[in-house]
C-alpha cells in the first residue's frame, strides 16, 4: 500500500483523490429541509435542492461531495477503496474540510457538504473524527448551508444521536438489496448493524417531531430525512425483489429516498459480473421510474411486478406496462374521474392530472384543452373519454394499443433507442401499425 | 374599431395601460394592450399611448392584491418580467376574466388562452429563477467584494438578491445584468437595492490573490466527479444549456 506523508499531498491532491473515491455514491441532493439564514453567519437551504452544474454524465452536482479518507479496513469487492486495492490513501483535516466548503458556498458553486468516509481503524473512531469536523463547520464557521454525513455501518447509538443535530440528512447504504448479497461481496458488513442505526435515525426523527411540536425553537435532528442506496447488477436479484426492498424501506423505515446506482466495474473480482454492455442504464431507470410510481402515483409493488413477470418491460415503462395488462381499467373519463385515476393514464403525469382536476370545475374539458394543459396525447388517446367520447375510434386490446405505443418512442436519457430485431416469418398476422383510423365518433 | 394602448416594456408602464383601459371604460373584447412601437399599423384601429403613471400603476396592483389574493398577484407580475411582447395582453384579460367573476382561482382556468398564456410565462420566467439560483457563480474581487454577472432572457435580478440576501448576510455583493446594464448591490449586514451600471466596469477590478486557486480547486473537482462509463454530453446539454455556460467558472477556459 503506497503511503505518502500528509505534508507531501496539496489541497488539490487530496481533492483529487477524495472526490474520485467519493463519486459512486450517488445519493447527491440537497433538498428536503427549508431554512432560513441567521444574520450572524453563512447559509441558508430550500426545501426544492438547487442543482449547481451538472458533470459530464450528466448528473447534478449541489455538493461538495468527497470522503474524509479513503483509507479502509474493510474489503468490500465493489469498491474501488477496498483495502486490498494499492491506491493512494490519504485524509482531509476537519481544517481543510472547512474552508473548502466555505470557500466553494460563498461562490455559489455548492449547496453544502456530503461527507462520507472509509473506515480507520473502527467505525466509531472514524464518526468521531467525521463529528469533529462537522461541529466546527457548523459552530466554528457558523455554516448553515445543507449538510449530508454518510453514517458507518454499526456507528454506536450515542454518536448517531450527536451527528443528527448537526447535519440535514443523515443516511446509510443498504450496499446489497438482500443479505445473501451483502454477504458475498461486503463480508464485513453485517445488514443487522446497517439496520439497526437506521432504525434509530427513524426513531430520532419521530421523537424529534414530537418535540418540536411542544417547543418550536428545538434543536433538529435530521430535518431532511433519511436516504440509502442500492447497486443494482452486481448480484443476480430480480427487479421484484428490489422493489420490495424499496417498498418496505419506505414504509417500515419511513425513509425520504432510495437511491439505485448502477454498477460500475471498477475492480476485477471473480464475485463479480463482468458486464459488456456497460452498467445496467436502463435497469436503473427502470428502477428510478418504478420508484416514483411508488411514492407520487400511489401504486404498490406487487402491482408493477410480480413472482410471474419479476423483471421490468425493455419496451415500456412500467406505468404503460401496467396499463396495458389493466385495459378494463379503461378508458377513464377525464372530467368525471377521481385524479388517482386520472394520474394512472399513460401520458398523464401528477402535475397534468392537477390541472385536469382544477381545470374542469370551471367547464367541460375536450382534447384540445387537454393538449393545451400538457397532457401527452398521443400515449393517452387510448385510455381516455373526453365527454363518453374517444379521441380516434380505437381498439382497447393490448397488441394493437401496445404495436401503436412502440412508435411513439420513449425519451431515453442514453443512447438507447430500443431497436431490436425480429425474425420476420411469413405467418405473422399483424403488420407493423398503419395510422389509427380519423374518424371521429358521432 | 380596435384600441390599441401603446405601453412602456416596465411593470409600471403596463399596469398603468390596464388602469386606463379601466379609467375609459374600453370594452375588453375590442382592447389590446401592445408594447413597444407601434410595428405594423392595422387598419380599423385606435392607437393611444399610454405614460406610465406610479399611483395608476401602484392603484392596480393594491386591487389585485387585494380582490383576487397574494399568489395570483405574484404569478401576475412574475409573467410580466419576461421577455415575451404579448405579455401585457395576457395579463390584461386575465384582469379582466378574474375580476369580472371575482375568481381568486383564475390561474386554474388552463382552458382559457390567455390565462394559458399568463400561465406558461410566469413558468418559464420561474424556471429561469431557479436555474440562476443555482447557476450564478460570484468572483472574489480584491477588496473582499463578491461579484457576479448574469444575463438572463428575463429581467430577474430583483427575484435573485432576496436569496442571496439571506444566504449571505455578512458578504458584500454584487450581481450585474449584463443585458440591461442593472446591478444588484448588497452592502455587508444591510438590505439590497438595484441601480444601473455595467458589467465591464468590474471586468477591470483585479480578483483577490485567492481566487484563481479556488477556481481551479472547483474546475478539478467537477472535471474528476463524473464517471467515465456514463458519460452523456447530451444529458449534460439538455441540464444545463450552452447559453448559462460563458458565466459558470467551471466552463471557463
Known sequence: ?442 | MTNILICEDSLTGILTGIYRAYEWKLKPEDTVIQIGEEGNLVLFAEYTHIEPDEDAAFKVIRSIKRILGESVAYDLETALLSDDMTKGNAVYHTVVLALNDKKTRVMECLQNDYVRKVFELSRRVGNEIHHLLGFLRFEELENGVLCAVVSPKSNIITRLAPHFTDRFPLENFVICDEKRGLVVVHPKKQGWFVTEGAAEMFATIDRSSKEEYIQSLFKHFVDTIAIESRRNESLQRNMLPLRFRPYMTEFKC
Open chain 1, 1 to 442: 500500500m503506497e503511503y505518502l506523508a500528509d505534508s507531501k499531498l496539496s489541497v488539490m491532491d487530496k481533492l483529487e483523490i477524495l472526490t474520485d473515491a467519493a463519486k459512486y455514491d450517488v445519493a447527491c441532493t440537497s433538498s428536503g429541509t427549508e431554512r432560513k439564514g441567521s444574520s450572524n453567519g453563512i447559509g441558508n437551504s430550500k426545501a426544492c435542492g438547487i442543482c449547481h452544474s451538472f458533470s459530464a454524465d450528466g448528473r447534478c452536482i449541489s455538493l461538495l461531495k468527497i470522503l474524509f479518507t479513503n483509507e479502509c479496513i474493510y474489503d468490500c469487492k465493489y469498491c474501488i477503496n477496498r483495502k486490498s486495492n494499492d491506491v493512494v490513501r490519504t485524509s482531509f483535516t476537519p481544517d481543510e474540510i472547512c474552508e473548502l466548503t466555505i470557500e466553494f458556498y460563498r461562490r455559489n458553486y455548492i449547496e453544502g457538504l456530503f461527507l462520507s468516509s472509509g473506515i480507520i481503524k473502527s467505525p466509531d473512531y472514524t464518526m468521531e473524527l467525521i463529528y469533529t469536523a462537522i461541529y466546527k463547520l457548523r459552530t466554528e464557521y457558523r455554516f448553515e448551508g445543507y449538510i449530508h454525513v454518510k453514517a458507518i455501518p454499526g456507528t454506536s447509538q450515542l454518536l448517531i444521536d450527536q451527528i443528527g443535530l448537526l447535519v440535514d440528512r443523515m443516511s446509510i447504504n443498504l450496499e446489497l438489496p438482500t443479505a445473501e448479497g451483502l454477504k458475498k461481496l461486503a463480508p464485513n458488513k453485517h445488514r443487522k448493524n446497517i439496520l439497526a442505526p437506521m432504525r434509530q435515525i427513524q426513531n430520532g426523527i419521530r421523537q424529534n417531531k414530537n418535540e418540536l411540536v411542544l417547543f418550536n425553537h428545538a434543536p433538529k435532528f435530521v430535518p431532511a430525512g433519511q436516504s440509502t442506496q442500492m447497486i443494482i447488477g452486481a448480484t443476480g436479484e430480480t427487479d421484484y425483489q428490489i422493489v420490495n426492498v424499496a417498498e418496505s424501506l419506505y414504509k417500515k423505515f419511513e425513509l425520504k429516498r432510495v437511491f439505485y446506482s448502477a454498477f460500475v466495474q471498477v475492480n476485477e473480482d471473480k464475485d463479480l459480473p463482468s458486464l459488456p454492455g456497460g452498467p445496467p442504464l436502463l435497469r436503473e431507470h427502470r428502477l428510478y421510474q418504478a420508484d416514483f410510481l411508488m411514492r407520487f402515483y400511489g401504486f404498490e409493488a406487487g402491482e408493477l411486478l410480480s413472482e410471474e413477470r419479476p423483471n421490468f418491460n425493455t419496451f415500456f415503462d412500467p406505468k404503460c406496462d401496467w396499463a396495458l395488462r389493466h385495459l378494463e381499467q379503461f378508458p377513464v373519463e377525464i372530467n368525471r374521474a377521481p385524479m388517482e385515476m386520472i394520474m394512472r393514464v399513460p401520458g398523464i403525469g401528477v402535475k397534468s392530472a392537477r390541472r385536469i382536476v382544477l381545470a374542469r370545475r370551471n367547464g367541460k374539458l375536450d382534447f384540445e384543452d387537454l393538449k393545451k394543459i400538457g397532457v401527452v396525447l398521443k400515449r393517452a388517446l387510448y385510455f381516455i373519454t373526453c365527454n363518453g367520447k374517444m379521441m380516434y375510434r380505437t381498439k382497447l386490446e393490448e397488441d394493437y394499443i401496445s404495436r401503436n405505443l412502440l412508435t411513439v418512442k420513449e425519451k431515453l436519457p442514453f443512447n438507447w433507442d430500443g431497436t431490436t430485431y425480429e425474425q420476420i416469418s411469413l405467418f405473422d398476422a399483424n403488420m407493423p401499425s398503419i395510422q389509427p383510423e380519423i374518424f371521429r365518433a358521432m
